[in-house]
């Protein structure tokens, strides 16, 4: 799945698109999962944006062994994780956002490492694996990143809204220097990104609902001292089963 194009991608701009990582029939059973599991919905946060508009996520660190569960230990993203990372890796934790038709708020320019700092990670070895589950792009809010941004280091974060966003100058900066990407995804696409690449997303204006699956990972060489972070450092399971077996009939 991992090709060495995600590589240099990865190397270069600190993200690598995989179209097809999972079918758009394993999307489907996921979407499904995401409106119907009552571990999804009863556990939905909303953290309003600059503008008071709803940004909706389900976030988790503990192993689930649900049909999220087998997408977090799905060799597919951890696999590439641990190539694109160039070493092994443990859950951090996974998220399902909800990003609503109309009412859907953005996600202010910010670096994962720029908090995640806080939970006592040393270095910023850390990667995401977002998978898109229905159709995301420019018109529903989808991910954007400044491409190569993982090269400027960490930048300091403040709060904006209930969101923790990358000092303004800095971005400002950053985007007169660096192209901003927009990461339009079919469902079943993914994106891997650095923990210090820029990222944002837009509203959802559109009468579309955009939601994906989030799994968040650490390099094992960069487990904080005990007490401190989000998953418990241990090895991870390989789901090798594959999640059709969670379709419905
Ligand atoms: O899904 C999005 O629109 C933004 C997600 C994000 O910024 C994050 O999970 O760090």
Partial sequence: MIEQQHRNDFASDGYAIVRSL???NEAGILLDHAARSSRIRERVMSMPDGDGRQSKLTLWT?????????????PRVVDGARRLLGEDVYHWH??????????????????????????????????????????ADRANG???????SHHLGRIDHGGV???AGANRERVAEAERQLSVRYAELDPGDAIFFHCNLLH???????????TSVICCYNAWSNRPAAGQGHGK??????????IERFATV
């Fill in 62 to 74: 503990e192993r689930v062994d649900d049909v999220f569960g087998a997408v977090s230990r799905s």
């Fill in 22 to 24: 999972f079918s758009p």
């Fill in 94 to 135: 996974s998220k399902v956002m909800l990003k609503e038709p109309r009412t859907g708020g953005a996600w202010e320019w910010h670096q994962d490492y720029g908090y995640w700092y806080n939970d006592g990670c040393l270095y910023p070895r850390l990667i995401s694996c977002l998978i898109a589950l229905d159709r």
């Fill in 233 to 242: 450092p241990e090895p991870i399971e390989l789901d090798t089963v594959g």
């Fill in 142 to 148: 989808c991910l954007k990143v400044l491409a190569g």
């Fill in 200 to 210: 944002a997303s837009e509203p959802n204006p559109s009468d579309r609902p955009r």
């Fill in 161 to 163: 809204g209930s969101q």
